[in-house]
Nanobody
Framework: QVQLVESGGGVEQPGGSLKLSCTAS????????IGWFRQAPGKEREGVSY???????YYAESVKGRFTISRDNAKNTVYLQMNSLKPEDTGVYYC???????????????????WGQGTQVTVSS
């Protein structure tokens, strides 16, 4: 089955860390550009980070210096390391893929055509 599968979410206290994984099933991830998005209740889905197939990375201003995106093509997986978590990081986190080099449009949901099912991240004391 061709799909993206997110994992690694959970409940964490403010200041804590979580590492999310986005694993490709049924296809090779290395030719794709991958974005991480999140959606809080009652809010629109927003771009968090992006990594191109050549390794270029982008971050939302709200997560710069705290989150790190990386990819391990041998494991067919893209990671999102989240440190210094804040309550406002709470939401469902999704990864998505595109073959297009989207550059500055990385945070637009319309730039991607295939999404995972999401993993819940809750930051609360």
């Amino acid at each position: 089955q061709v799909q993206l599968v997110e994992s690694g979410g959970g409940v964490e206290q403010p200041g804590g860390s979580l590492k999310l994984s986005c694993t490709a099933s049924g296809f090779a991830l290395d030719v794709y550009n991958i974005g991480w998005f999140r959606q809080a209740p009652g809010k629109e889905r927003e771009g968090v980070s992006y990594i191109s197939r050549f390794g270029a990375v982008y971050y939302a201003e709200s997560v710069k210096g705290r989150f790190t995106i990386s990819r391990d093509n041998a494991k067919n997986t893209v990671y999102l390391q989240m440190n210094s978590l804040k309550p406002e990081d709470t939401g469902v986190y999704y990864c998505a893929r595109t073959l297009h080099m989207i550059g500055d449009n990385w945070s637009s949901t319309s730039s991607y055509y295939s999404w995972g099912q999401g993993t819940q991240v809750t930051v609360s004391s």
